[in-house]
């Protein structure tokens, strides 16, 4: 498994495995899988500008409205805003996005598409 940290670096280390499917994530005592379809959902239906940077907002209780915690808890099928934290930590990783931080919010931009389905 890869080993990565949250975008904020704090201490909760994020454990994730790649196959032609999916991601599998170990989060601290969070456990759960992203299916690469997901993962381009994400990537073309919410990061829909390649110029624009778009807000993380992951949220545990009510996410900002328009961040991707929100768009993660309303369109991926059991998943919550909070993993938005996870997911964005490894779509940055793995090179579909990059990172821009402005005050204490950070926001993503779309770098690359996902060539898996």
Known sequence: MKEISTLRGSNNTIKYKKDELEYNVVWGKTHFSIANVDINTILNDFFVNK????LLAPG????????LGEFVEENINKLHSKH??????????????????MGREIFL????????S
């Open 60 to 67: 545990m209780v009510n996410p900002k409205p328009g961040g």
């Open 109 to 116: 931009r779309k770098i690359a598409d996902n060539n898996l």
């Open 51 to 54: 110029e624009e940077y778009y």
């Open 84 to 101: 938005a934290s996870a997911i964005a930590a490894i779509m940055v990783c793995e090179g579909y996005l990059e990172r821009k931080d």
